[in-house]
């Protein structure tokens, strides 16, 4: 059976509401990149957009938001690099092993000041346990084959996973909010 993803393949762990962040390492054996997030993850989820990085045979990621003023790169700077300079998500990634570390949008656009991260980077463990599944469609596009969204589809719901082709309704009305106020249809 193919790995949604290790987090999630045998159930949601449920998190800590008090946990206050931690450290993330990427996966060098020596001299890992550190990044510490003064505060836990919000709307953690499973993704499956071709842009998010993934463990080795995952159809799907798992990623948060942090505020961008909480993420600090503590240990091997040097190693990161922007995957794709021309991305809305800038993704800085870890030179010798890949892992992106955070991602960080720095065109204006809603989740502005909202850094990306994969708590299962987290050193520490009772990270915010993902809340719902979002692009899932997308895997098609990086070759799953369309006759088995449905198990797909299935197989996240029964971990209780809603699924959605975009994202959660709450984070598709902040988006639609921030237009709106943006083009002076809302005060």
Known sequence: MTSLHPLIDSGLKPGSADHAGGTLRCKCASDPVEVKLSSNV????????????????????????????????????????IVDPAATIQRHACTACGTHMYGRIEAEHPFKGLD?????????????????AAFVSS???????PAGMADVRKRLHDIGLETYDCLSPTLMDLIATYTAKKSGTLA
Request: glycine share 10%; hydrophobic share 40%.
């Open 139 to 145: 895997i098609i596009e990086q070759g799953f084959d």
């Open 42 to 81: 919000a709307h953690n989820h499973a993704c499956g957009c071709s842009k998010c990085w993934k463990p080795k045979g995952a159809l799907f990621s798992v990623v948060g938001v942090v505020p961008r003023d909480g993420v600090a790169v503590t240990a091997n700077e040097s190693k990161l690099s």
């Open 116 to 132: 990306f991260v994969h708590p299962e980077l987290g050193v520490e463990s009772g990270w915010q346990e993902p809340q719902f």
